[in-house]
């Protein structure tokens, strides 16, 4: 478990973190999310225990990081932007050097053979780092992380470099620790964060600015309750039938995707459901519905509507 309770952090005049207070809970995935000076990666430094806060406090299982840094960073695995890595040792070496500076107490062979089994890197075991794809080096990254079984993990853009199968290998893999360990990731491809967040939380100017699910953000920030339809059929009797529908406020029609199709944006009355009656006229006039879907608003669109007050869509994807 990660709790954050009112942290500060100022360079002298500026302050870089501003009273930002969050917690992830044990088995949680928590996306961390922040533009380019947000304070997103000296909130990270503080948690793991790299720079001290002016104020407040940070508490890795209980145990507070500025009071008791050495058992607070033992229940750390920390995965920075540019793995700590020596380029001249083997994977061999590299990790048998991070067991022992940890100080790990586990089976070494099989602890560390699992490790390398996970991050898939069992098969350059005996290469030297230097000559590694920048996908396997942080893949090497990823695995000294996991030296020791730490309860947290806290990885900073964790798939750099990696190719689209190896994104999906360690999206599947952050997964699979997060049944077992409190995670923190923050990365700027915003689709991952969605795919494999629990929960996310974002800060702007070193304010938190929001902290719940995506699907719950994308509800408040969406003032309209909508869907996007495509149905097969005469363009304007389609229209009518849906401006027909009582629990509809608005119905704008899209670019037709093909001959007799139409696409349709549908605005919904608050608390309203009108995808079976749609259905059900639709059915009785033969028209078949192609496609049916929320259009609520994507991580990316979120992100952007908290941190600068627009998103694409709005501005027609301008400035």
Do not use: W
Not at 276 to 284: K, L, Q, V, Y
Request: charge should be neutral; charged fraction near 25%.
């Amino acid at each position: 478990m990660i709790e954050v309770k009112n942290l500060c952090k100022n360079y002298g005049s500026k302050k870089a973190v501003d009273n930002i207070s969050f917690r992830a809970e044990n088995g949680e995935i928590l996306g961390f999310l922040g533009p380019n000076g947000a304070g997103k990666s000296t909130t990270m430094n503080i948690l793991t225990g790299y720079l001290s806060a002016t104020s407040g406090q940070v508490l890795i299982n209980d145990i507070d990081v500025l009071e008791d840094p050495v058992s607070a960073k033992k229940n750390i695995g920390y995965l920075p932007e540019i793995p700590p890595l020596y380029l001249d040792m083997t994977v061999n070496e590299y990790l048998d050097f991070v067991y022992d500076l940890k100080k790990c107490k586990l089976p070494k062979r099989s602890h560390l053979g699992e490790i390398c089994e996970l991050s898939r890197i069992a098969d350059v075991r005996k290469r030297v780092i230097r000559n590694l794809s920048k996908g396997y080096r942080q893949r090497v990254g990823l695995a000294q992380s996991l030296v020791g079984n730490p309860k947290v993990l806290i990885l900073d853009e964790p798939t750099v470099g990696l190719d689209p199968k190896q994104i999906i290998e360690i999206r599947s893999l952050i997964k699979k620790l997060g049944k077992n360990h409190t995670v923190i990731l923050s990365s700027h491809i915003l689709p991952e964060v969605q795919a494999v967040c629990d929960r996310v939380v974002v800060i702007n100017n070193g304010k938190l600015i929001a902290d719940d699910t995506a699907e719950n953000l994308s509800h408040s920030l969406s003032p309209d309750s909508k869907l996007l339809v495509q149905i097969e059929g005469p363009s304007k009797e389609v229209k009518d039938i849906l401006t027909g529908i009582s629990d509809i406020d608005r119905v704008y029609e899209l670019k037709s995707p093909a001959k007799n199709i139409s696409e349709y944006e549908i605005s919904q009355k608050e608390g309203c459901d009108v995808r079976r009656e749609i259905f059900r006229r639709m059915a009785a006039r033969n028209y078949p519905i192609l496609l049916m879907k929320n259009t609520e608003l994507s991580l990316e669109e979120i992100f952007l509507k908290l941190t600068t007050g627009d998103f694409y869509g709005e501005n027609g994807g301008g400035e």
